[in-house]
Nanobody, 122 residues
Framework: EVQLVESGGGLVRAGGSLTLSCAASGFTFENSAISWFRRAPRKEPEGISCIATTDGTTYIANSVKGRFTISSDNAKNTVYLQIANLKPDDTAVYYC???????????????WGQGTQVTVSA
């Protein structure tokens, strides 16, 4: 059974930082595309970043470039999202999603985690 479990969210003041984790199981982690998405209240879901665990190739949305960093630890089957200089507009539920045996550009994301809430106070 494929499982993606996010953690690391919380309430943070603007300017602070967080590291979100996505622990994966049930599929071949080393050959997958794993992404972070977020959904803010009253907004459309937004793709944030993707990492290809095969070679570490990453993609990051222009809207968060410079503040968000995606990385993976293949030994721990975990993908991380480091967020710096948090802003109130970053308030959202953050989800990780995985598509085994594919690349970031071809991923369709059949598997999703339950999400972790990030709330940024002004």
């Amino acid at each position: 059974e494929v499982q993606l479990v996010e953690s690391g969210g919380g309430l943070v003041r603007a300017g602070g930082s967080l590291t979100l984790s996505c622990a994966a199981s049930g599929f071949t982690f080393e050959n997958s595309a794993i992404s972070w998405f977020r959904r803010a209240p009253r907004k459309e879901p937004e793709g944030i970043s993707c990492i290809a665990t095969t070679d570490g190739t990453t993609y990051i949305a222009n809207s968060v470039k410079g503040r968000f960093t995606i990385s993976s630890d293949n030994a721990k089957n975990t993908v991380y999202l480091q967020i710096a200089n948090l802003k109130p507009d970053d308030t959202a539920v953050y989800y990780c999603a995985a598509d085994p045996e594919t690349t970031c550009l071809e991923a369709r994301y059949a598997y999703w985690g339950q999400g972790t809430q990030v709330t940024v106070s002004a």
